[in-house]
Every structure is written in structure tokens, then in C-alpha cells.
């Protein structure tokens, strides 16, 4: 990619948002690396940060005033932003008779309600940048059936279909909304049990990287099932 895009990830201690967060370091982005609380994430990018590409950001975004405080954040370290990849997720796999009503708001808040208000926060910082684009990570789980998942399926259900409206609304302000929806995340305890899909946390970082390429290159928004 030619251009250093000024990028606010979410979720970047996660699994999955950690491998995106090192794929955009490597390439030259400039980060704001947005995530509870997690000094192993700071302690990973300031030994080698000597251009201080890489801003931390910690809170909880399940809270309207966090996401608030962490877009005004990042335009005050970086001067603007060009992308915003909502990666923040949480899987409470549960039959839904099992579930409370905390982790049930906690699924809903944080797979769904958190990138809505992120990209409602966002949209008059981004809209100014050459190359807006918001891509965010849901999940096959989003276009499917998902047994005692049901709460992480209808927030990436949500998710989804916000992408989707939103992608309409904005085309006309050539904001670019993109989706990236992985099957399951390979861990080392998925080692032995080959009756599940599972994909890397690296493929989905490159899918990122891919993704913010097509979209400079053609201008065109895109959905990527990985």
C-alpha cells in the first residue's frame, strides 16, 4: 500500500485484533491499539516504536463515554483518522437457558452496540481523510445458525445488517464499509479436533491488509469470508 493510513483498531490485545495490529505495524501504519488493559501489548511496540507509530489506548467500550473518549484520543495523537477496524468481540458460548442476563448484554454491547456508536463517533473525522474506510471482523455466525450461540449469533446478525444499511447511506459520501467475517479462530486447543473449520488469526490479519489495498486500488467497499 502507498499510503500510511492513520487506523484506530479495537480489541488489538484479542487474539485476532493482535495479529492485525502487528500485519498494520509491519506495513507502516500509524495505530491507535485500543483494548481493556493489556501492558504485554505497550510493552510488544515501544522497544522497536522509534517513529511512534503506535498509540495505547485502554477502556471499556461497551461505554458510550469510552468510545467517545477514544475517537477524540486518536485524533488528537494522529491528527485524523483514515480507518477504523472494530475488532472487539467477545463469544459466550452458552444455551441461551444457561446464559445471564450480564453476559447477554455483554455479547450484545460489545459485538454490536460498541462499532455502531464507534462509527456514528467516527463518520466526521473519517469523512474529511482521501481514503475513508471502516471494515469490521464479524463472523460466519452472522448469515448463519449457531446452537448455543444463539446471543453471539444475533449480535453478528445485527452487525451484519448495520454494515450493510450503513454501506448504502455512506456510498454516496464515498465512505468505504467493509466486512470480514472468519469461521472459527484456530487455538491450540483446536489441535485435534479436525470436524471444525478453523482458520488462523494471521489469514484474518492479511485479510485486512487486503482489504485496505483493494480499497485504495479500485474505491470500491467489500465483504471477505474467510
Known amino acids: 500500500m502507498s499510503c500510511n493510513f492513520k487506523i484506530i483498531l479495537t480489541g488489538a490485545s484479542g487474539l485476532i485484533g493482535s495479529a492485525i495490529a502487528d500485519a498494520l505495524y509491519k506495513s507502516g501504519m500509524n495505530l491507535v491499539l485500543a483494548c481493556k488493559r493489556s501492558q504485554k501489548l505497550q ?126 447511506e455512506l456510498r454516496k459520501k464515498s465512505i468505504h464499509i467493509c466486512n470480514i467475517s472468519p469461521c472459527q479462530v484456530k487455538t491450540l486447543s483446536h489441535h485435534s479436533d479436525t470436524a471444525i473449520r478453523t482458520i488462523a488469526p494471521e489469514n484474518i490479519a492479511n485479510a485486512v491488509i487486503l482489504v485496505l489495498s483493494y480499497v485504495q486500488k479500485t474505491s470500491s467497499s467489500i465483504d471477505v469470508v474467510l
Open 43 to 168: 510493552d510488544r511496540y515501544l522497544s522497536d516504536d522509534k517513529s511512534k507509530r503506535a498509540y495505547f489506548w485502554y477502556g471499556d467500550l461497551t461505554n458510550e463515554k469510552a468510545c467517545r473518549e477514544l475517537v477524540e484520543y486518536a485524533v488528537q495523537q494522529m491528527g485524523g483518522v483514515d480507518v477504523l477496524i472494530n475488532c472487539a468481540g467477545v463469544f459466550n458460548f452458552s444455551a441461551l437457558e444457561e446464559m445471564t442476563y450480564s453476559r447477554i448484554t455483554d455479547t450484545i454491547s460489545t459485538n454490536l452496540l460498541a462499532p455502531i456508536h464507534l462509527t456514528h463517533l467516527v463518520l466526521p473525522y473519517i469523512k474529511t481523510s482521501a481514503c475513508p474506510i471502516i471494515v469490521n471482523i464479524s463472523s460466519i455466525a452472522g448469515f448463519s445458525s449457531l446452537p448455543e450461540g444463539a446471543c453471539y449469533a444475533a449480535s453478528k446478525w445485527g452487525l451484519n445488517g448495520f454494515i450493510h444499511s450503513i454501506r448504502e
